[in-house]
C-alpha cells in the first residue's frame, strides 16, 4: 500500500523548506504526496486561512508534512493539530557535533500538552479597554499526555520524566494539570520530578543534563522548546510530531522567518529531520534513522546555511543530504 502524505507549506520559508523535505522522502520511499494550500497567502487570496479542503486532507491522510504559518498562525496550526486529533506535541531538541552551540550536551525531549491551555482559541474582546482568555485544562487531556509520557519513557528506558508547571500561582489549571500526570505516572510506576517552568528556563539553561524528557502545558512546551532551541544552535534545528491516535502531522519548531524568506538561505535540517519522525511514524524505521544519519553527517561537516554561520543555500544542503542517502 502507497502511504497518502499531505504536503501544506505554508508561508515563508516554509515554501523552501517542504520541497527539500519532500526531495528526501521521495529519496528513500514510495509515497503519494497531496499538496495543500493553507496560511498567509491563500487568506489574502481566499478570505479563509484553512481551505476546508486542506482541512479534510489532513484529517484522512496517514500522515501530514507542514511547513509554517505567520500571522495566520492560529488559523492554520491549531486546527490542522485537531484535524489529526494530536493531543501531543513531540519536540526533541538536541545539540550536533559540529554545530557551535551554547550547550553542546543538550539532549531534551519536550513533551507538550497540543489541545488546551491558553492555546485552545478562547479569547475576547470585551470593551476598547479590557480583553480576555479563558485557560481550558482538562483532567482527560492531561490524563491522555501523561498515558504517552508513560509510554514515550518505557520504551526509549529513561528513567521517569519531568513535568514543568506553575502550579503554585496558577493553582486550579496547572495545578488539575500536574496532579493528573503525576497520578497516572504514579499508578504507571513511572518517576516523575515537578519543576516551576520558570526555574525550568533558568535550569536548563545553567545545566541542561538535568533534564530528559520534559511534559508541560501547551504554552510552556512551545516557549521552552524554543528556549533549548537557542542552547542547540537555533530554531533551524528543532523538529516536531504531532501526534493524534489514528494520524499525524510533522512540523519544523519554527515559524515563517519573515526575514530570510524568499532568499533561499533557510535551513531545512528541522524540516527534514521532521520527515524522519513522518518515516519512523509509518513504520519506515531504518529510513528514518538513514535520513537522520545524513542530516547529522552534513550538519557535522557541511555545507551549512548562514544560521549555523556557513554561506550555502537551502538547495545545498538539501543536496547534501540527498548524497549521502544515495
Ligand atoms: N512550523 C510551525 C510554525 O509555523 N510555528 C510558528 C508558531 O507560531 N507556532 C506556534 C505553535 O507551535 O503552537
Do not use: W
Not at 493553507?38 to 479534510?56: F, H, I, Q, R, S
Not at 505516572?185 to 536548563?204: C, H, K, P, S
Not at 504531532?242 to 538561505?265: C, K, Q, S, W, Y
Not at 561537516?301 to 554561506?311: A, E, I, K, N
Amino acid at each position: 500500500m502507497t502511504e497518502e502524505i499531505v504536503v501544506v507549506p505554508g508561508d515563508g520559508i516554509g515554501k523552501e523548506v517542504v520541497p527539500a523535505a519532500v526531495s528526501v522522502l521521495e529519496a528513500v520511499g514510495d509515497f503519494e504526496f497531496v499538496e495543500a494550500e493553507a496560511g498567509d497567502a491563500v487568506k489574502e487570496e481566499t478570505g479563509e486561512a484553512l481551505p476546508e479542503e486542506t482541512y479534510e486532507l489532513a484529517a484522512s491522510a496517514d500522515a501530514t508534512l507542514f511547513g509554517a504559518a505567520g500571522e495566520t498562525a492560529a488559523d492554520v496550526i491549531l486546527p490542522l493539530r485537531t484535524a489529526v486529533d494530536s493531543f501531543v506535541n513531540v519536540r526533541p531538541a538536541k545539540a550536533y557535533p559540529g554545530v557551535d552551540a551554547l550547550r553542546p550536551e543538550t539532549d531534551l525531549v519536550f513533551l507538550r500538552e497540543n489541545t488546551e491551555g491558553v492555546y485552545s482559541g478562547h479569547e475576547d474582546r470585551l470593551s476598547e479597554d479590557l480583553s480576555t482568555l479563558t485557560r481550558v485544562v482538562t483532567t482527560s487531556a492531561s490524563e491522555r499526555l501523561a498515558e504517552f509520557a508513560c509510554d514515550y519513557v518505557e520504551d526509549r528506558e529513561y528513567d521517569g520524566f519531568s513535568v514543568a508547571h506553575k502550579a503554585n500561582v496558577m493553582r486550579e489549571t496547572d495545578g488539575r494539570f500536574r496532579d493528573a500526570v503525576v497520578s497516572v505516572a504514579e499508578d504507571r510506576g513511572v518517576e516523575t520530578d515537578e519543576v516551576l517552568m520558570d526555574a525550568f528556563a533558568t535550569r536548563v539553561c545553567l545545566d541542561p543534563t538535568q533534564f530528559d524528557v520534559v511534559v508541560c502545558p501547551n504554552l510552556a512546551g512551545d516557549v521552552l522548546s524554543d528556549l533549548a532551541a537557542g542552547l542547540v544552535g537555533g530554531l533551524g534545528l528543532l523538529p516536531s510530531a504531532n501526534i493524534g491516535p489514528e494520524r499525524a502531522l510533522f512540523e519544523p519548531v519554527h515559524g515563517t522567518a519573515p526575514d530570510i524568506a524568499g532568499e533561499g538561505v533557510a535551513n531545512p535540517s528541522a524540516t527534514i529531520v521532521s520527515a524522519a519522525m513522518l518515516l519512523e511514524y509509518l513504520g519506515y524505521d531504518e529510513e528514518g534513522e538513514q535520513v537522520r544519519d545524513a542530516v547529522e553527517g552534513v550538519l557535522a561537516d557541511g555545507p551549512r546555511t548562514p544560521d549555523l554561520g556557513g554561506d550555502a543555500s537551502t538547495e545545498d544542503v538539501t543536496n547534501a543530504v540527498l548524497e549521502r542517502l544515495d
